[in-house]
C-alpha cells in the first residue's frame, strides 16, 4: 500500500529565505503527486501536482516541487518566503488510475518569521 | 461560485447524540470524499463516494455512515458519537476520482465537531 512521509513536523523561517518541504513516499507503482496548503481556519487548497512529463512543478504563490523517481521524494520549494506563506502544507499521493483513495502525509507546519 | 460548502462550521454534541454533518458541491463532481483531521496525524480518509449510490469505505471508517442519493450531497452521519470522535472534518470532491488524469480535489472549510 501507498504511504507518505512528510519528514518535518514544523519548519521555522525567516522572511525572505528560501524553505524546502521534505516529502517522501512509497509505492511500487506510478502515483501522481501533490502539495495542499492550509492557511488559519480555512480547508485546504491545491498547490501544486505533478501528473506526468517535467519533473519540475510550478504551483501558485512562487512554490516548486521536484519529482524524484529513483528517491521516491516530491520535495517543496520556494526561494523566498513571505510572512502570508505561514500556513501547514501537506503532501499527498494517489495511485494512477486505481480507485478513489487519496493518501496524505502528517502535513508541515511552515513559521515565517519577519 | 464553484464551491463545497459544509455546515455546520462547529458542532458541540453529548456521547451518543446522533448527528449529521452535510457537505454540498455545485461542481457536478461525480467524486466526493469525507477525511478527518487530527494534530500529528494529517489528513485520513473516513468514506468516498465515486458516484451516486457508490460508496466505500477509507482508512478510518468505525463509528460513521454516509450515503449519496443524488450527486451535489454527500452527508456524513454519526450514528452514536464517541469523544475519540472529536475532530476536524472536511469534505471534498473532484470531477473524477483523484486517481483520474487532472482530477484535484476541492475542500469545503471544515467542520470543528467536539463529542463530551
Known amino acids: 500500500a501507498q504511504s507518505v512521509t512528510q519528514l518535518d513536523s514544523q519548519v521555522p523561517v525567516f522572511e525572505e529565505a528560501p524553505v524546502e518541504l521534505r516529502c517522501n513516499y512509497s509505492?511500487?507503482?506510478?502515483?501522481?503527486l501533490f502539495w495542499y496548503v492550509q492557511y488559519p481556519n480555512q480547508g485546504l487548497q491545491l498547490l501544486l501536482k505533478?501528473?506526468?512529463?517535467?519533473?519540475l512543478v510550478k504551483g501558485i504563490n512562487g512554490f516548486e516541487a521536484e519529482f524524484n523517481k529513483s528517491q521516491t521524494s516530491f520535495h517543496l520549494r520556494k526561494p523566498s518566503v513571505h510572512i502570508s506563506d505561514t500556513a501547514e502544507y501537506f503532501c499527498?499521493?494517489?495511485?494512477?488510475?486505481?480507485?478513489?483513495?487519496?493518501?496524505f502525509g502528517q502535513g508541515t507546519e511552515l513559521s515565517v518569521k519577519p | 461560485e464553484a464551491q463545497v460548502t459544509q455546515n455546520p462550521r462547529y458542532l458541540i454534541t453529548v456521547t451518543g447524540k446522533k448527528l449529521t454533518v452535510t457537505c454540498s458541491q455545485n461542481?457536478?463532481?461525480?467524486?466526493m470524499s469525507w477525511y478527518r483531521q487530527d494534530p500529528g496525524l494529517g489528513l485520513r480518509q473516513i468514506y468516498y463516494?465515486?458516484?451516486?449510490?457508490?460508496?466505500d469505505k477509507g482508512d478510518v471508517p468505525e463509528g460513521y455512515k454516509v450515503s449519496r442519493k443524488e450527486k451535489r450531497n454527500f452527508p456524513l452521519i454519526l450514528e452514536s458519537p464517541s469523544p475519540n470522535q472529536t475532530s476536524l472534518y472536511f469534505c471534498a470532491s473532484s470531477l473524477n476520482t483523484p486517481s483520474s488524469y487532472n482530477s484535484p480535489l476541492h475542500f469545503g472549510n471544515g467542520t470543528r465537531l467536539t463529542v463530551t
Open positions: 505533478y501528473l506526468s512529463g517535467s519533473t
Open positions: 499527498a499521493v494517489t495511485l494512477r488510475n486505481q480507485g478513489g483513495k487519496l493518501i
Open positions: 463516494s465515486m458516484n451516486v449510490e457508490v460508496t
Open positions: 509505492s511500487s507503482v506510478s502515483v501522481y
Open positions: 461542481m457536478n463532481h461525480e467524486y
